[in-house]
């Protein structure tokens, strides 16, 4: 389900937002409305996303915070493959740097 590139954007920006319509969500992630809402569709069949309406107005947010850590450690896995310093272990780096000054 969260092989397709759109659909892992989507479930960052609803990370991010916390609840969004989809064509807040077609603005930030530069797609058509009708495409975004097809893979809402399928992340809400997945049970990853939920929905609430608003008059004509539907938002959409993560179901839990599952879905988003398994992107996030997807993301982390993938700086790892890349050599070097993952991004994240630099700022862990420098929370840990500004506990101990």
């Known amino acids: 389900m969260l092989a397709d590139a759109t659909r892992v954007r989507i479930v960052l920006a609803l990370k991010d937002a916390g609840e969004l319509s989809v064509n807040h969500l077609a603005d930030i992630l530069d797609k058509q409305p009708a495409s975004v809402s097809q893979h809402l569709a399928k992340l809400r069949l997945a049970r990853i996303v939920s929905t609430r309406q608003d008059g004509q107005r539907v938002f959409y947010r993560l179901e839990n915070e599952h879905a988003s850590r398994l992107v996030t450690d997807a993301i982390f896995q993938a700086e790892h493959s890349l050599g070097g310093t993952p991004r994240h272990h630099h700022t862990e780096a ?8």
């Open 94 to 101: 420098a929370l840990g740097a500004e506990a101990t000054a």
